[in-house]
């Protein structure tokens, strides 16, 4: 059944604030893959990066989806990197609707700046390196959505509203999605 929500999209563009909207507005599970996975492992993201290696943790986010595809009705924030394996892909299409968040490169660089929990940005903190990395990954996101959302300049709930709606159209008539 394909009831879950899976928000995916670059680091800052708004997933875990749409996430929490999701929760409050219509009473839906949340999971923060990055809280869920730190706590799991009792270190920060940066930590497990450094001592375990990027590959280790790209095995603890997919082991953490295949867990969450056996529940319903949740909202899942992922962690930016989490389309770049397509079995990850595999598991949020069976079990969800995935919608990609997108945000310009410049409102990312203005939302993550003064952050230090990415690993992947801690050395890079600069728009030329944002758009960079963005540029790289849009098709992957692209192709991993069933929905893609703007954020730009908007507020969570509008984007929640935006959220639901589209779903239901989708539901409704299905060619509408991709
Ligand atoms: C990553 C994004 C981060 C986190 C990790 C790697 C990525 O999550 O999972 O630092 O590869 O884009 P957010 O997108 O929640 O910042």
């Not at 749409?18 to 839906?28: D, H, N, T």
């Not at 082991?63 to 924030?77: I, K, M, Q, Y």
């Not at 995935?98 to 660089?109: D, G, K, R």
């Not at 801690?122 to 996101?141: C, H």
């Amino acid at each position: 059944m394909k009831d879950t929500i899976f928000l995916i999209g670059f680091m800052g563009a708004g997933k875990s604030t749409v996430a929490k909207c999701l929760k409050e507005q219509y009473g839906r599970r949340l999971v923060e893959m990055d809280q869920m996975i730190e706590r799991r492992e009792q270190m920060p993201i940066s930590r497990i990066f450094e001592e375990n290696g990027e590959a280790y943790f790209r095995q603890l986010e997919t082991g953490l989806l295949e867990e969450l595809a056996g529940s319903r009705r949740l909202v899942v924030s992922c962690g930016g990197g989490v389309p770049f394996r397509s079995c990850n892909v595999d598991i949020m299409r069976r079990s969800g609707w995935v919608i990609f968040l997108t945000a310009t490169p410049e409102t990312v660089y203005e939302r993550v700046k003064n952050s230090h929990h990415r690993p992947l940005l801690e050395k890079n903190m600069n728009l030329p390196f944002i758009t960079g990395l963005m540029e790289e990954r849009r098709e992957g996101y692209e192709a991993a959505a069933d929905i893609q959302v703007s954020t730009d300049g908007r507020k969570a709930e509008e984007i929640c509203e935006e959220i639901i709606k589209r779903i239901r159209e989708s539901e409704e008539k299905p060619e509408l999605s991709r």
